[in-house]
């Protein structure tokens, strides 16, 4: 008998790393398999069930744990498409806090599964209304992912699918961060704002008093 979301569902919540480690190799085959995992979203708690554990998985303070749970909701927006937008709110949170991560690559699996849900799961506009908090984040290096994520969103999809005025506030604050790779982080994304709107962003600026110098 092939395990089914019943089987994942009391897995998932299992501790171990070893296990955690299997588990979710085992889960990223169900999921690629569309005739093995037919019943993902026969029982909508259950799913809410293994949706939240993976958070707390990505939320790890180990980073193969944290990666492997990374991957795993990859898996899950790949599968669920557009239903996954339920649960942006849910995973949103813990993935900024992961582009803030000591590691390279969790902090970029982070941005990737960000960059994911904008092309699977709701509109990249969508994801940057719930994603603007992070220019406020505790952490420099989430503060910086932000940044770097605004570039990766510009870069794939261009301006138009943006408010970029709700977005370039966010970015004139962080000019006068504290810290030195947040104040570049954000001076790249206005290059790369300016790039695909032109002037437009420069009497922006100069309305909120940047001075010209700048």
């Keep these: ?56 998985w990505v939320n790890s303070s180990n980073f193969k744990v944290a990666l492997l749970g990374l991957d795993v909701l990859g898996a899950f927006v790949d599968r669920l498409s ?39 799961a709701a509109p990249p506009m969508y994801i940057w209304e719930r994603l603007a908090v992070g220019f406020k984040h505790k952490n420099y290096r989430s503060r910086e992912g932000v940044c770097l ?21 966010h970015l004139c604050t962080a000019f006068g961060d504290s810290n030195s790779q947040v104040r570049d982080a954000a001076i790249l994304a206005i290059v790369e704002v300016y790039r695909h709107v032109g002037e437009k962003v420069r009497l ?4 909120r008093g940047i001075p010209p110098g700048r």
């Design 149 to 169: 994520c605004l570039i990766a969103t510009l870069n794939i999809y261009g301006a138009q699918p943006l408010i970029l005025s709700k977005l370039v506030p």
């Design 82 to 120: 557009g239903r996954f937008k339920s649960y942006i709110g849910t995973v949103l949170l813990p993935l900024i806090d992961r582009m803030g991560d000591a590691k390279d690559q969790v902090r970029e699996q982070a941005q990737n599964l960000i960059l994911k849900l904008m092309d699977k």
């Design 204 to 207: 922006d600026l100069t309305k």
């Design 1 to 56: 008998e092939l395990a089914g979301m019943d089987y994942f569902c009391d897995q998932v919540q299992q501790k171990d790393v070893g296990r955690r480690m299997q588990v979710g190799q085992e889960l990223l085959g169900y999921l690629s398999d569309p005739s093995r995992s037919r019943d993902v979203e026969q029982d909508q708690q259950r799913l809410d069930k293994v949706i939240d554990e993976l958070v707390g």
